[in-house]
Structure formats: C-alpha cells, structure tokens
Nanobody, 125 residues
C-alpha cells in the first residue's frame, strides 16, 4: 500500500520561501510520477508540478515556473517542492500525489492514484 506523508506547510509573507516534503513508501514498481496538487478554498484542485522517477524529468504549471522546483531524493524516497517568491495566490492545501511512471496526462489531478493528507501553505500580503 503506497503511503504519502507531507510536511513543511506554514504561514509566510509574500516573497518568502518554503520547502514542502513528501515521504513516500510502499512502492513495488521501479518508477512513478510523484507530484503536487493544491486546492484553495472554494476553488478546484490545481496541478502544480510532477517529477517522473527514476529519470527526474520535471513538469510545472505555468503559474509556478521559475518560482517552484520539484526534486527527488531516491535514497530517502522523498520528493520536495521548493517554493520561492511566494504570492498570496499560492495559498492552498498542498497534496502530494502519485501515479504510474508512464502517466501521460500528469496535469490532471484525477489521474493520480494515491494522495497524501495535505499540508497547508498560507501566504499573506
């Protein structure tokens, strides 16, 4: 059973930085797509970023490109989301998600099989 446990959410001022972590366990396949999906109050879920393991190929939604970086520590089975230049519109619950390594529609939140419980990020102006 795959388990994803997020940490690192916090309240920060606009322009600040945060790093989210997601500890993954229970994988039996050699590869996966690990990513982050966020949901703000009264808004739909929004895909943020995905990294395809073990190749390390990363994908980002346009609104976070050049500000967020997704990375993977294979030894620790942990995926990170480094978030810089945070904006109030980044405020949301951030969920770690996992799907098959050959996932094509990685920008669609419904395509992910496993979800963590989420970690809250709040950015104040």
């Amino acid at each position: 059973q795959v388990q994803l446990v997020e940490s690192g959410g916090d309240s920060v001022q606009a322009g600040g930085s945060l790093t989210l972590s997601c500890a993954a366990s229970g994988y039996t396949d050699k590869g996966a797509c690990l990513g982050w999906v966020r949901q703000a109050p009264r808004k739909e879920r929004e895909w943020v970023a995905t990294i395809r393991t073990p190749y390390g190929i990363a994908y980002y939604t346009d609104s976070v490109k050049d500000r967020f970086t997704i990375s993977l520590d294979n030894a620790k089975n942990t995926v990170y989301l480094q978030m810089n230049s945070l904006k109030p519109e980044d405020t949301a619950m951030y969920y770690c998600v996992s799907g098959p390594a050959d996932l094509v529609q990685f920008s669609r939140p419904d395509e992910y099989t496993y979800w963590g419980r989420g970690t809250q990020v709040t950015v104040s102006s």
